[in-house]
């Protein structure tokens, strides 16, 4: 689990394409303090297993999955990337629920400075769109946001300078892709609401109809 606070910018190194997969060599200079194989490391919000480690770089597969449900397809040699270890057991939860679970990708459709704060507007598709609430919780490229704005096909948020400072959120340009993750919670609920409801009204079931009566 990680919580969308990135450690570092790491740099890719190599992308080694197979048929319908690839391996990743990624540069890093913070984080491989404690790397070792078998570790999950967020790039650019997808989780991605270390399978190999030197002093300074690690290694990671990319399957055929990860690529097509992710922005990691148009990376190539040279291109920067936001890393952030799994969170530890005595570590601190300064964003928020993210899995590493790439939900769709999204484009940045406008890029407009407000003040010291920069606002990214990000079209989506219905099926990312659905889970994103204004003032609630989205990871883009891994980084945890909080959402400002919501239109009927796309969403906006507003980035502070230490954000952009620290991430390649500020290398990204209109039309550009990025990864998105929405709020874990909101789709434990949908799902639970939905089975309940397909399920024989019993007492002190979850339906919509008990939502409504007590307000929600």
Wanted: proline share 1%; charged share 25%; with cysteine.
């Amino acid at each position: 689990m990680f919580t969308g606070i990135i450690e570092e910018k790491g740099k890719i190194k190599n992308i080694r394409s197979g048929a319908d997969s690839a391996v990743f060599t990624i540069s890093a200079d913070k984080i491989m303090d404690d790397v070792k194989i078998g570790d999950s490391i967020a790039v650019n919000g997808v989780c991605l297993t270390v399978i190999s480690v030197s002093d300074k770089s690690f290694m990671a597969d990319v399957m055929h999955e990860t690529l097509d449900r992710s922005a990691l397809f148009s990376f190539s040699a040279g291109s920067y990337v936001n890393l952030e270890r799994a969170m530890p057991a005595c570590g601190r939860f300064g964003g928020h629920i993210v899995a590493g679970h790439v939900d769709g990708v999204g484009t940045i459709t406008n890029i407009k400075r407000d003040d010291n704060a920069v606002w990214y507007t990000i079209q989506a598709g219905d099926n990312i769109l659905r889970y994103i609430v204004e003032k609630g919780s989205v990871a883009i490229d891994g980084i945890s946001l909080t959402v400002a704005k919501v239109g009927k096909s796309d969403f906006s948020v507003s980035v502070i300078p230490h954000t952009l400072k620290e991430t390649v959120l500020n290398e990204k340009r209109t039309g550009d892709k990025v990864n998105i993750e929405n709020d874990v919670i909101g789709k434990y609920v949908e799902k639970l609401i939905l089975n309940n409801d397909k399920d024989e009204k019993k007492e002190g079931s979850i339906t919509m109809d008990m939502l409504y009566k007590y307000g929600f």
